[in-house]
């Protein structure tokens, strides 16, 4: 049996899911399986991922094309066989050292469930990007060491092991919920008393391509082209990480000087929070409810925007 499953979903983005894949032949941990779920993907992903020809990678294509990754998911959680499960993004990359620091960190802490921060790039033009002006945040940093709902934890930098997946159960579908079933898995674990553990480091590179205008349209990655060459880059890792920090000061003091009325907002939102963990429901729900209305229309947009309708 693999140490490590690791779960992609992926739909029609064989030029993205190359990247991901290689980001996990390239770990320094070898001892995995990576289960690739096509949700009825019509393009070429399954020769792509034959072509890697490694016994560990494993393709299977949904008969019904669903439009989420939860129910992919589904299926990658009743296939991975490993003592530990993580999840990759058809869009994201993991960094050489990501895998063998989760196995060391959940061992040593006794968690049962790892976020680790990611460095996430912002979308920009080619000719932006190039110059080296695009915007880099990390992602999925929680406050002070404690699970917080406020805080969106993109599905790659979990890390958890697989006997809490089975506890926790299936991921919802879209149409079930106002927040992303992934948000929705992850507050279940949180009500469940699943032990959390939040490492200080970064663990994956976060390029979302539902944030990019086209992206299911448009069959090329600049940003991909670029990084998936030099995730071995300690150099360009401290850069992104400069850049992070330089732009996480900036809205700092943006909200404390500029746009005050976001931080009263919350503060006085404390005690709905508060009262919704009580009742088991996610204290997203009330504002995704307000923006997008139906359960379900938040990643219908998502998918208007990307192309996909």
């Not at 399986?33 to 020769?47: A, S």
């Not at 979990?158 to 079933?181: D, R």
């Not at 943006?254 to 503060?267: D, G, S, T, Y």
């Not at 923006?291 to 990643?299: D, F, H, P, V």
């Amino acid at each position: 049996m693999p140490a490590v499953s690791i779960i992609t979903a992926t739909y029609n983005s064989s030029h993205l899911l190359k990247y991901a894949i290689q980001s996990v032949l390239d770990s320094e941990f070898q001892d995995w399986e990576l289960i690739v779920v096509g949700d009825c993907c019509t393009d070429d992903t399954e020769e792509v991922v034959k072509r890697f020809a490694d016994p560990r990678i494993s393709f299977f294509n949904l008969e019904k094309n669903s439009g989420q990754q939860a129910k992919p998911n589904n299926f990658g959680l009743e296939k991975a066989k490993g003592k530990y499960l993580a999840f990759l993004n058809q869009d994201d990359l993991f960094f050489p050292d990501h895998l063998s620091k989760c196995v060391e960190e959940i061992e040593s802490t006794g968690a049962d469930f790892l976020i680790i921060p990611g460095i996430k790039i912002l979308s920009s033009k080619q000719d932006d990007f190039e110059s080296g002006n695009y915007g880099v945040q990390l992602c999925s940093v929680h406050p002070d060491g404690k699970f917080s709902t406020n805080v969106f934890s993109v599905a790659s930098t979990w890390f958890l092991k697989n006997k809490s997946a089975q506890i926790l159960g299936l991921w919802k579908m879209e149409h079930e919920l106002y927040v992303t079933p992934s948000q929705e898995w992850i507050f279940r674990a949180f009500l469940g008393g699943i032990l959390f553990h939040f490492p200080t480091r970064v663990g994956s590179m976060i390029i979302l391509s539902g944030e990019r205008k086209n992206s299911y349209i448009t069959r090329y990655s600049f940003e991909h082209e670029f990084f998936g060459k030099r995730l071995h880059d300690l150099e360009l890792k401290a850069s992104l990480m400069e850049k992070a920090a330089v732009f996480a000061h900036k809205e700092l003091q943006n909200q404390l000087f500029f746009k005050p009325k976001i931080l009263i907002k919350r503060v006085l939102g404390l005690p709905l929070d508060w009262i919704s963990k009580l009742f088991k429901i996610h204290p997203s729900a009330y504002r995704f409810r307000r923006a997008w209305g139906k359960k379900g229309n938040l990643i219908q947009k998502v998918r208007k925007d990307t192309g996909l309708d």
